[in-house]
């Protein structure tokens, strides 16, 4: 896609992923203009912003202005957001939310169907530039409009396009929740550190830093695939063998597709 021009965005809800996106569009210099609405304010490390992001009642948003409307708000108060918003969108103008659980349908439903849509799905290494963004969009939203979104979410991470909207709970379970299953492997992997005889220190220190170089390694080698990094650690009758015996004898493996398959059912449950 081309590259997009500044856009005049209208941000609804500020908190931990918006004002990641939000610190994410600064960065690569997308933002024309931003109005967040979010009666808890905007955080400090945004207030030296103040001349592009000011903090207003709906009303007060210059939403005839805005390409882009962006929803970062919980699904559970998605209700009241979208009843105190539908009376000021322009028509046209693109919607694009990132709450889990809320699909297309239920926006035409809030909206109508002609408003242009679309869904994102980023995950937390957003926050440092590293996410990943599962994007759908419904029929109303324009090769433009998908511009728009796409250079936005590609600001803080990598983009990927879905063609069937019900993919989207499999990939909130998978790589919208997926850090934390990361996170609690290296809890996993400290403790079991310090059970052989490391401080604290030490395992979390060690845990920590070799799941990051780890997936350094696999960002880096995107022609090789992860079983064949994964062999390439493993030795013949060796340490990292021995410890595979067991983590792949199909219990972590069922524990996952249990974990993930968790995470998918509550994120249906979410849409109701």
Same mark, same amino acid.
């Given at each position: 896609?081309?590259?997009?021009?500044?856009?005049?965005?209208?941000?609804?809800?500020?908190?931990?992923?918006?004002?990641?996106?939000?610190?994410?569009?600064?960065?690569?210099?997308?933002?024309?203009?931003?109005?967040?609405?979010?009666?808890?304010?905007?955080?400090?490390?945004?207030?030296?912003?103040?001349?592009?992001?000011?903090?207003?009642?709906?009303?007060?948003?210059?939403?005839?202005?805005?390409?882009?409307?962006?929803?970062?708000?919980?699904?559970?108060?998605?209700?009241?957001?979208?009843?105190?918003?539908?009376?000021?969108?322009?028509?046209?103008?693109?919607?694009?939310?990132?709450?889990?659980?809320?699909?297309?349908?239920?926006?035409?439903?809030?909206?109508?169907?002609?408003?242009?849509?679309?869904?994102?799905?980023?995950?937390?290494?957003?926050?440092?530039?590293?996410?990943?963004?599962?994007? =759908?969009?419904?029929? $109303?939203? %324009? @090769? /433009?409009?998908?511009? *728009?979104?796409?250079?936005?979410?590609? #600001?803080?991470?990598?983009?990927?396009?879905?063609?069937?909207?019900?993919?989207?709970?499999?990939?909130?379970?998978?790589?919208?929740?997926?850090?934390?299953?990361?996170? =609690?492997?290296?809890? $996993?992997? %400290? @403790? /079991?550190?310090?059970? *052989?005889?490391?401080?604290?220190?030490? #395992?979390?220190?060690?845990?920590?830093?070799?799941?990051?170089?780890?997936?350094?390694?696999?960002?880096?080698?995107?022609?090789?695939?992860?079983?064949?990094?994964?062999?390439?650690?493993?030795?013949?009758?060796?340490?990292?063998?021995?410890?595979?015996?067991?983590?792949?004898?199909?219990?972590?493996?069922?524990?996952?597709?249990?974990?993930?398959?968790?995470?998918?059912?509550?994120?249906?449950?979410?849409?109701?």
């Amino acid at each position: 896609m081309t590259q997009t021009k500044k856009v005049h965005a209208t941000i609804i809800g500020c908190g931990k992923m918006g004002a990641a996106l939000i610190h994410g569009w600064l960065a690569a210099d997308l933002l024309k203009h931003a109005d967040i609405i979010d009666p808890m304010g905007v955080p400090e490390s945004l207030l030296s912003h103040e001349n592009l992001f000011h903090v207003k009642q709906m009303a007060e948003a210059e939403l005839i202005r805005t390409d882009i409307v962006i929803l970062c708000v919980k699904p559970q108060i998605m209700d009241v957001v979208c009843a105190g918003l539908k009376n000021y969108i322009p028509s046209g103008v693109p919607v694009l939310s990132i709450a889990a659980g809320k699909d297309i349908a239920y926006y035409e439903q809030q909206f109508s169907a002609n408003t242009p849509l679309i869904r994102v799905m980023p995950n937390l290494p957003a926050t440092v530039g590293k996410g990943i963004s599962a994007l =759908y969009a419904n029929k $109303a939203v %324009s @090769a /433009a409009h998908k511009n *728009i979104a796409q250079e936005l979410m590609n #600001a803080v991470g990598q983009t990927l396009w879905l063609d069937d909207e019900s993919h989207m709970d499999a990939v909130t379970a998978l790589s919208g929740s997926g850090p934390a299953y990361i996170f =609690y492997m290296i809890e $996993a992997m %400290s @403790a /079991a550190g310090e059970k *052989i005889g490391l401080t604290t220190k030490q #395992a979390s220190m060690l845990a920590r830093q070799t799941v990051i170089g780890a997936a350094a390694l696999a960002d880096a080698a995107t022609d090789v695939t992860v079983e064949e990094l994964r062999q390439s650690v493993a030795s013949k009758g060796g340490t990292t063998e021995a410890a595979l015996t067991v983590l792949m004898d199909g219990r972590f493996q069922d524990l996952m597709d249990k974990a993930i398959q968790a995470a998918h059912d509550r994120g249906k449950e979410l849409a109701n």
